[in-house]
C-alpha cells in the first residue's frame, strides 16, 4: 500500500516523498510510515506539525504517551516496530510533534498532494521496511514461516493462523461436503452461525439443558445424529444390519435421509408454517416506521419457508430449509430483517430467540416421534442400554494412511486431512484444497491474515496469481 507526504515550512523547501509498505497492508501501516519517514529528516529541535486524514494514526499515537501504556500492552498495538522507531527518532532529534487532523477527500490541497503521491508510492517496485535488529527497545521478536515479523498482538495473530486452521479441517471432510458447497454458494452466514452454536438462552452458564440443546446443535451440523446407518457401523451386531427408516419404512435412515424424508418433510411443513407466522409477526412490529414509508408494502419471502410449496425429495430442492435444519444460519433468513432496517444488534437478539424456539420443536417434535419408534424396537427386539456397553471388546485397526511424502508434488497432499495437524508456527508450506482456498478470498479480508496466506503454496493454483506487494489476487 502506497503512502506520500508533503513538507511545507517557513524555509519553502519542496521536499515530497512517496513509497509503499508490505506485509500486513493496512492503511494505517501507509499512515505510520508516512509519519516515520518524514520525521527522519526534521531537523534537531524542531516543532512539527503533522496534518493527516488518519484519526488511528493519531489515536494510536497519543496513546503511546498514556500512563496505562506498559511494555506488555505496547507490544500488542499493531506495527509496534514501527512505533518504537517513531519514539527512538522523537527523542533523538527532540522534536516537538502535533498533530492536525484534516478531514479526507475534502478538498484540502496538500492533502490531495498527498494522496496523488500515496498513489504513485503504490507503483513503485520496492518497498519500504525498517530492520528490527536497529530497533534497541525491542529485546526479541517473533517470526512466522521465516519470513514475516509479528509486530502485533500475538495471540490474536496465531488464534487467527489456527482458526483458519480449524475451519480448512472441518470444511475438508468428507462427510461434510454439503456444508462446503453451501459455503462456496454463499449461502451460510458464519457470523450468524457462530453466535447460534455460542448462544445460550438458559439463565444459568451451564445447565443439563444447554448441553442437551447445544449436543443437538453439534450433531445436526455434523451430520451426527445417531441415525441407523451410524449405529449399524458401530454396533453391527446389536442392529444386525437394520437400517430402515422408521417414519417411511422405505429407505435407509441416514443423517441425510433423516431430513429428506417424506414423513419428516410432513412434519416439518407444519413446524415451519406455524414458525413463519411468528417469524413474520417479529419483523412486523420491529420494523424500523421511520426508514420505511409504508409498512404495508412490505413483502416478506424467506425461502426457508416458501419452498415447503414445492415438493422436497432432496437437498438441492431446498438448500436454504437444509442449512437451518443443520443448525448453520442461511443469509435468506436474514435479509428480511435487514429489508426492514432492523438493527443488527436487535436482529441477532430476536433471530437467536426465535432459532432457538424453532429447534425446540424440531427436536421435541421429528426427533422425538423418530426416537419413539426407535425406543419401541429396542424393547421389541431386547435391546437395552446394556447391550450397548457391556459388548465383547474389540479392537479396531485405526486407518492411518502411511503417507510420508508431504511435499506438494504429492497430489494426495491436495487436502489437509492427510498431513494431518501441524503446528501452525512450524516451517513447512502447506496446500490447500482449491475450492476452500476460494471461499476464503471471497469471504474474508485476506489482507490482514498475512501469516496464513504466507503458509500456502499459492503456485499450485495455476488458475491464481498472487501479488504480495499490489494485494489483490487476479483470478
Ligand atoms: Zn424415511
Known sequence: MGFGWILTSDLNLDVKFSGKTSDWSSSTKAEIFAILTCLIICPSNSHVTIFTDSQCAIDTFNSLHHYKMTPRRFQKINNNLLWQAILFIIKRLNLTIKFVKVQAHSGDRY?????????????TQDTITISPLAIKTQKGYIVFNDELIIDRNIRKTTKKIINFRNIERQLSHKSLHHIKDFTIDRLINWEYTQDWFNYNPFSKVTSQSYSKHVSWRMKCSNYALPTLDSLNRNYPDILKGFDTCFLCSSAQESNEHFWTCPESIKILKDIFMKHEIIYKAIIMNNLDHNKIDDSNNIIINCPVFSCFNLLITTISDAKDLHCILINMIPSSIIKPFQEAKIPKKLTKKLLLTFLFNLHRDIYEILWKTRNTHWKRYKIDHNITKTSFTKRPSQHYKRRR??????????????????????????NSKRNLDDSIFWIYLTSSNFRHNLPWINSLYLDVIDSITYDQNLFYYNI
Open 111 to 123: 492533502n490531495d498532494m498527498a494522496d496523488t503521491l500515496a498513489k504513485a508510492g503504490c507503483d
Open 401 to 426: 494412511q502411511n503417507n510420508s511424502d508431504i511435499s506438494p508434488n504429492n497430489p494426495d497432499n491436495n487436502n489437509i486431512l492427510n498431513i494431518g495437524y501441524t503446528n501452525p508456527f512450524m
